[in-house]
């Protein structure tokens, strides 16, 4: 069973670029998180997927964020016109109510981003 | 909204102590789940252990343990004999009903050969 895999690992990008992130969950698990992560702080919840459908958003996710999971399967994340401060590292994760043990979610190595 | 309080940013330790790193949480619900993750440095986020709220149990991990104090709540985790390996970022993670971890600002510990 792979664990949660994300594409790319880094990105450096200049301000105003459009960057694009992939996040492949563990394959039976039907949900997937994603979170951003500053430097020296915990994770923030950005949005979760129950298969294709985007259930919750945070206040966080500005409109220049946006996050797709068209089959139900792969997730990506896409921002628009980025800014300084976009610069994090972006988190995966999923979890199944199914699995064991059950609705716990497991992390991806997470993108970092660099905005210059 | 949720809060998760971890009071201590550092911490040290000998290698092959015991050592406790606190959380603190507040949240109106009554069935929720408590994790710690551990995060070691430039690398991904690793699950050390959770708890169910409706448990009484606490849960334990090998080395790892925690003092779950519901009517306190209160979700301290203890690593016993540690090692070099333990070495890490640790967070302390809230999820409630609405499906989404809420996390502290987390416990940098270090162990010292």
């Known amino acids: 069973d792979t664990g949660v895999s994300q594409d790319p690992r880094h990105k450096i990008t200049k301000r105003g670029q459009n960057v694009t992130f992939r996040c492949d969950p563990i394959s039976e698990h039907n949900r997937l998180y994603w979170y951003r992560q500053t430097l020296g702080q915990g994770p923030e919840f950005l949005t979760y997927f129950q298969n294709e459908a985007q259930l919750e958003k945070s206040r966080l996710l500005s409109d220049r964020f946006s996050a797709e999971r068209p089959k139900g399967s792969f997730s990506t994340l896409e921002i628009q016109r980025t800014e300084q401060g976009d610069s994090a590292m972006y988190l995966c994760a999923s979890s199944s109510p199914l699995a064991a043990p059950p609705d716990t979610q497991y992390f991806g190595p997470g993108t970092r981003l660099t905005v210059l | 909204a949720q809060t998760v309080t971890q009071s201590q940013p550092e ?4 290698e092959a102590e015991t050592v406790t790193l606190s959380c603190t949480y507040d949240t109106s619900e009554n069935n929720y789940y408590l994790f710690w993750y551990k995060q070691p440095p430039s690398r991904q986020m690793i699950l050390v252990i ?24 209160s979700f301290s985790l203890k690593i016993s004999d540690s090692q070099l390996g333990d070495t890490a970022m640790y967070f302390c993670a809230f999820r409630g009903g609405n499906e989404k971890l809420t996390f502290g600002t987390g416990t940098r510990l270090t162990i010292i050969p």
């Open chain 2, 11 to 14: 911490m040290s330790v000998q």
């Open chain 2, 50 to 73: 959770r708890q169910e709220a409706y448990k009484q149990q606490n849960a334990t991990e090998n080395r790892f343990s925690v003092n779950f104090q519901k009517a306190a709540k």
